[in-house]
């Protein structure tokens, strides 16, 4: 595989976290899609300086930090402009939020594997395409009521497993 196929794949992959960690210390959703952009051509230049052993996220959000703070500087003039010590603290309460939604998202895959087929099912439709519940009512002959509130139940239930998941892995106050 050549480098620049390694860097789109994990561009790829990663590109909505980091675009999260953006538009999480720019006010307005434009100019952090714009911040963005230029995070993404930035990456593509240091490409070459990447070292592989590493964890690409925390890479690419250093230059995204960066990018943010080279922002803020070209619009100090503007009244609604976060201060420095306020990105810090955005910038290390990411750290830290991104390291619990990992465990989070490690706690549903095991929580949803616990489900029953029926109710994976029932969940898959809930969150997959638009209508599908109501064609599930209609083809199996269940009513929507009964679907929504077994729905809830099965919500309830892997809120229950994930925090006691989150909780087995050491985040008490998560």
């Not at 939604?101 to 969150?127: F, I």
């Not at 809120?159 to 989150?166: K, N, Q």
Request: hydrophobic share 40%; with cysteine; glycine share 4%.
């Amino acid at each position: 595989m050549d480098s620049n196929s390694d860097f789109v794949r994990l561009w790829t992959r990663h590109q909505a976290e980091v675009g999260r960690y953006v538009y999480s210390m720019i006010p307005r959703s434009a100019d952090a899609a714009e911040v963005l952009q230029d995070v993404s051509v930035l990456l593509w230049k240091k490409w070459d300086k990447y070292d592989p052993e590493r964890p690409f996220v925390p890479w690419a959000i250093r230059f995204a930090y960066l990018e943010v703070l080279k922002w803020r500087q070209k619009l100090a003039r503007e009244k609604l402009v976060f201060s420095d010590s306020l990105l810090e603290l955005l910038h290390e309460r990411h750290d830290e939020e991104a390291a619990l939604m990992e465990v989070r998202r490690k706690a549903l895959d095991s929580c949803l594997g616990k489900l029953t087929e029926q109710q994976r099912k029932w969940v898959s439709l809930r969150y997959g395409r638009h209508g599908a519940v109501k064609e599930e009512a209609e083809k199996t002959g269940i009513s929507m009521h009964k679907i929504y509130y077994a729905l809830e139940k099965i919500r309830t239930q892997l809120l229950d497993c994930v925090e006691s998941f989150v909780r087995k892995e050491g985040w008490s106050d998560a």
